[in-house]
Structures are given as structure tokens and as C-alpha cells.
């Protein structure tokens, strides 16, 4: 275990996936990140790389070749290289390997640094193509927040505040993949109040989110969170059914659609770097 730590937060990350395991606040004496108790969900912050989601038919083809492809890639599961740059910085990077381009066949260097800025935690993303061809990759985040994570606080007294959505549009998933067909939420006050059974039929899925700030807060108290995130055109929220915590998800690429043609060039969001060019992304969150 890697730690970060400042006068305000406390942050211990992994090398495996380059994953944050907590977030702690030294301030509120509260843990924001979700425990990754297996009984609902394994993880607490895992990377999406360089597919977002579920391909159909889990592959994909690129120059009439076909490659198999787990759900949301294969970064998570890798031991990243990394380089502590201070007590609040540190680099992870991880690039392609004989097994990668047998799945995926892109030479890559993908770098997460994780930084501690006062109160807040600052995770960004950069993909360089390394390589002498386009580059096609997505990339997404994965964070899961405890909730509750104060005492006499139950998963119903929290809700998301958006700071621009009056209303909310998502798609559904259908096994995974995305579905031709929406569903709209009204918001009361750029409110969405969580319900474990919101999340019953998986993630919802959005494609024309407003907000770059939502934060996560709760009735009883005023500890909170706000997650901050620019240029990510697709947005997840997610929790496993019944589970104590709130997935907030940026994303750079989304699933498949139930009628793509599994060709890599044609799917939805994917991102294409030319040889040599680098690209850029971060998310931010502020525990108070």
C-alpha cells in the first residue's frame, strides 16, 4: 500500500490497476471511499482502459483481425510502474506487453497521477501513442463512495446535487450493452435522492450531462463530497444492488450499442491519437 498525505487527507492507493483504496479525512475523522467488500463489489476505484464497459459479443474487430476483450479493459487488473514524486504526488504508468497486444493490438503508455491539493484529491489521466499507427482507445473513471459514511445515516438520507441538470436522461443497458431506449428523471431542486432501486437494472447511463460538479450529501449532517470532472462526454452512476455506496463515473467512451457492428473505428466515443500525441483528463474530489 501507497500513501499520500497532507494536513487535511490521508489517500492509500495500490499498484495493482493504479487504484485508490481510501480517501480519509483527517478533518471529519470520515472514511469517503468505499471498503471493496466482496460480498457486493470487489473494487473501490478501478480504471476503464482502454474499452469503457461491456463489448458486444465481448470483442471487437479492427483491420479484419477479431481481438477478445473483457468488460471495461484490462488496466485494473495490471501492477502498474510507479514513481512517488512527494509526500502528496505520485505517478503510475503502465504500457503495452506481449499479452496486451495479443488483446489489443496498440502500443500505448498510460500515465494516472494522483495528486493531494488541500482538501482535495486530484486523479489525471494522460494516453500517449507511442506507437507509429492511430492509437484508439476509451477511458474511464470507476470511484465508489461509501454511503452511509457517517454515523445514524442510512443510504436514503443522501443524494446527489447536480450544478447545472434540471432533469436527467439515461439510457438503459440491456446485458450490459446500450440499449435503443431512454428514461427521464425529474429533479427536484438538481437533486437525485438515492434509492437502492434506482440501480436494479444496472448503471444508469448518461450521454448529455450538463454538470461537471455533483455532489454527493445527505439530510442528517453537512459532511460531504464534491466530485468535479471536465470534457468527459458520458457519465455512469452505478451501485451493485443493494449495496452502501454510490459509483460516479466520467467516461471517455461508452458500451456498445445492442446494434453495433463490433468494429473498433465505428464505436461510440472511442478516442483516435494520432502517433506521438498525447491526450489528457482529470476528475477531482473535495471531502468536507
Given at each position: 500500500?501507497i500513501?499520500l ?6 489517500a ?13 479525512s483527517?478533518?471529519t475523522?470520515?472514511e469517503?471511499?468505499?471498503d471493496a ?6 473494487k473501490h476505484s478501478?480504471?476503464l482502459f ?8 465481448d ?13 471495461h ?6 501492477v502498474?510502474?510507479?514513481?512517488k ?12 506487453t506481449?499479452?496486451t ?8 503508455e ?5 495528486q493531494?491539493?488541500?482538501r482535495k484529491?486530484?486523479?489525471t ?6 506507437g ?7 477511458l474511464?473513471?470507476h ?21 447545472a ?8 443497458l ?7 431506449e431512454?428514461e ?9 435522492n438515492l ?5 436494479y ?19 442528517k ?18 451501485a451493485?444492488p ?5 459509483c ?12 453495433h457492428d463490433q468494429n ?5 466515443g ?18 468536507f
Open positions: 500500500m500513501t498525505e497532507n494536513e487535511y487527507i490521508k492509500s492507493l495500490s499498484a495493482k490497476g493504479a487504484e485508490l483504496q481510501s480517501l480519509f483527517k478533518e475523522n470520515i469517503y471511499l468505499w467488500d466482496s460480498k457486493y463489489w470487489a478501478p480504471v482502454p474499452i469503457v464497459g461491456a463489448l458486444k459479443g470483442s471487437f474487430t479492427y483491420k479484419q483481425k477479431s481481438y477478445a476483450l473483457p468488460r479493459g484490462f488496466a485494473r487488473d495490471h502498474f510502474n510507479f514513481e514524486q512527494s509526500e502528496t504526488e505520485i505517478i503510475f504508468t503502465l504500457t503495452q506481449q499479452d497486444l495479443e488483446i489489443y493490438p496498440f502500443f500505448f498510460l500515465r494516472l497521477k494522483y493531494l491539493i488541500d484529491l486530484n486523479l489521466y494522460e494516453v500517449i501513442n507511442t507509429t499507427e492511430e492509437l484508439l482507445f476509451s474511464g473513471a470511484p465508489a463512495f461509501a454511503v452511509p459514511n457517517t454515523p445514524n445515516t442510512v443510504y436514503e438520507d443522501y443524494y446527489l446535487a447536480f450544478n441538470d434540471e432533469k436527467l436522461t439515461y439510457w438503459k440491456d446485458n450490459g450493452l446500450v440499449a435503443n431512454t427521464s428523471i425529474e429533479l427536484g431542486g438538481h437533486k437525485l434509492k437502492h432501486d434506482l440501480f437494472n444496472d448503471a444508469l447511463v448518461f450521454k448529455s450531462l450538463q454538470s461537471n460538479c455533483i455532489s454527493l450529501l445527505n439530510t449532517n453537512d459532511f460531504g463530497l464534491h466530485f468535479h470532472f471536465e470534457d468527459f462526454p458520458f457519465f455512469g452512476i452505478w451493485a443493494d449495496a452502501p455506496f454510490i460516479l463515473e466520467p467516461w471517455c467512451g461508452v458500451a456498445d450499442g445492442i446494434n473498433l473505428e465505428h464505436k461510440e472511442i478516442i483516435k491519437l494520432q502517433a506521438g500525441q498525447n491526450w489528457e483528463r482529470f476528475w477531482e474530489v473535495e471531502c
